[in-house]
């Protein structure tokens, strides 16, 4: 799971995702996980708190590596930011 956040871009860096996943601000279709390693597959909806706002994201994609913030937006569906 960290290595998704990373990859589409929603924190700056790997440590940071695993980091925001172990202090309990990410939940996968509405339940919280701490394991930065979970797997998730695609149309799994993450819930993610980012410092004063809330994201939710369906997956849609998976890459090998990380790239620019185009590549980025097509590994999921933005379904609603809260403040």
């Known amino acids: 799971m960290d290595k998704w956040l990373w990859h589409a871009r929603v924190v700056k860096a ?39 706002t809330v994201r939710v994201l369906k997956v849609t994609a998976f890459n090998e590596r990380r790239g620019d913030a185009a590549s980025a937006r097509v590994l999921y569906e933005e379904l609603g930011t809260r403040n």
């Not at 990410?26 to 695609?42: D, F, L, Q």
Request: hydrophobic share 40%.
């Open 14 to 52: 790997r440590t940071s995702a695993a980091e925001l996943v172990v202090t309990g601000h990410v939940r996968v279709n509405g339940v919280r996980e701490t394991s930065p390693g979970h797997a998730i597959k695609a149309g799994d909806v993450l819930t993610i708190a980012l410092d004063r």
